[in-house]
């Protein structure tokens, strides 16, 4: 099978991905994506998420909220759909922006997301059509950050549910880690009390590297949380998931070290996509890797149950095509293995009993 090189991909998405200091943002009413549910469009290019859908956590006291009632997995998850395994489905950025700047997590769940066009990964489960991840300019538009918050603060403003938190995504916007500067300095410059939550597919330090020292002051700000998705547990399940030669899987370790190292709130996502049987190894070899960049990191993990929005079956059909369809693999083994059996391996029950954003 030919596995292509994201390196020279990047160079080429990224010379589309920004223009006279503007980033290609997608338009997400061509893009199929306008269907996918919880997600909410707030105009062609702009929506938010509901990051939390459990109506229990909504109504519950704040006590509970921050308790472990909330955590891990419901109890019987081999007899609800994938999409309820989970007591919720993303602890991050809510909980996240809560803990570092105070507050309600549920003042946080609602998330107006910036999406950059283009990525150097090819990835098979991906919810953004392929035409979108090659920065097609026909199908986004060239938007300065200035203009970005000003359609924040319109939406805000309209928004009957608390708005405070930007997510950068995409795509891979740390391609072009520029808009990451802009952004933050646009809330900055006008006083905004928001959090930016920034989305990073780990495949690459180039670009981050070329900014490091405006990027070293963002990332250490209270208000502001990375999170890194490693696509695969090894190196094989990471080419046929992103399309990549295996060397790269590698790079997304000294990613994740890289933003470590600068003092970022760093956080991981792991897509609950992992090949054959020898799953549990896989997993605790992972754990292990982990542990190599900071002993707590696993405990920063969120594993993700893949969704087959409109996007995202698209890109099923094709991988497959191509030979690398999704893993047979039952994602609920996935959850059951890392949450009830590999991670009380490692840690205390007390550790278990935190939110992510909680662990040091």
């Not at 998405?13 to 503007?22: A, E, L, Q």
């Not at 893009?31 to 909410?40: C, D, G, L, R, Y």
């Amino acid at each position: 099978m030919n596995f292509f090189n994201p390196s020279k991909r990047a160079e080429i998405v990224r010379s589309r991905m920004i223009k006279n200091g503007k980033y290609l943002i997608t338009k997400i009413t061509s893009s199929v994506q306008e269907t996918n549910v919880p997600h909410k469009i707030l105009s062609d290019y702009f929506r938010y998420k509901d990051y939390m859908d459990n109506k229990e956590w909504f109504s519950a006291s704040l006590k509970e909220v921050w308790s472990p009632k909330f955590l891990g997995l419901v109890e019987n998850i081999w007899s609800v759909p994938i999409r309820q395994v989970k007591k919720l489905e993303l602890q991050n950025p809510s909980y996240s922006a809560a803990y570092r700047l105070g507050g309600d997590p549920r003042e946080y769940s609602k998330v107006f997301t910036i999406q950059v066009s283009g990525c150097d990964f090819d990835c098979n489960y991906c919810y953004v059509p392929k035409q979108i991840n090659v920065a097609n300019p026909e199908l986004g538009r060239y938007f300065s950050a200035k203009e970005m918050i000003s359609f924040f603060l319109s939406a805000k403003q309209k928004s009957k549910e608390p708005m405070n938190v930007i997510r950068i995504s995409g795509g891979n916007p740390t391609i072009v880690p520029e808009i990451i500067v802009d952004v933050y300095n646009e809330i900055k410059n006008q006083n905004l009390d928001v959090y930016l939550w920034i989305d990073s597919n780990l495949s690459t330090v180039k670009y981050l590297e070329s900014l490091k020292d405006n990027l070293k002051d963002i990332f250490n700000q209270k208000n502001v949380g990375v999170v890194g998705c490693f696509k695969g547990t090894c190196k094989e399940d990471f080419s046929l998931l992103t399309g990549a030669e295996p060397e790269y899987y590698q790079r997304q370790f000294e990613t994740a070290k890289w933003f470590l190292q600068r003092g970022t709130d760093f956080y991981v996502y792991l897509p609950a996509l992992v090949y054959k049987n020898n799953i549990e190894e896989k997993l605790s070899i992972f754990v292990e890797k982990l542990k190599e960049l900071d002993k707590n990191l696993p405990l920063r993990v969120e594993v993700l149950e893949i969704i087959d929005y409109p996007g995202a079956k698209l890109n099923f059909e094709r991988a497959e095509k191509l030979g690398r369809p999704l893993p047979k693999t039952d994602q609920r083994t996935v959850f059951d293995l890392w949450y009830n059996r590999i991670l009380p391996k490692f840690y205390s029950k007390e550790d278990l009993n935190k939110y992510c954003c909680e662990i040091a």
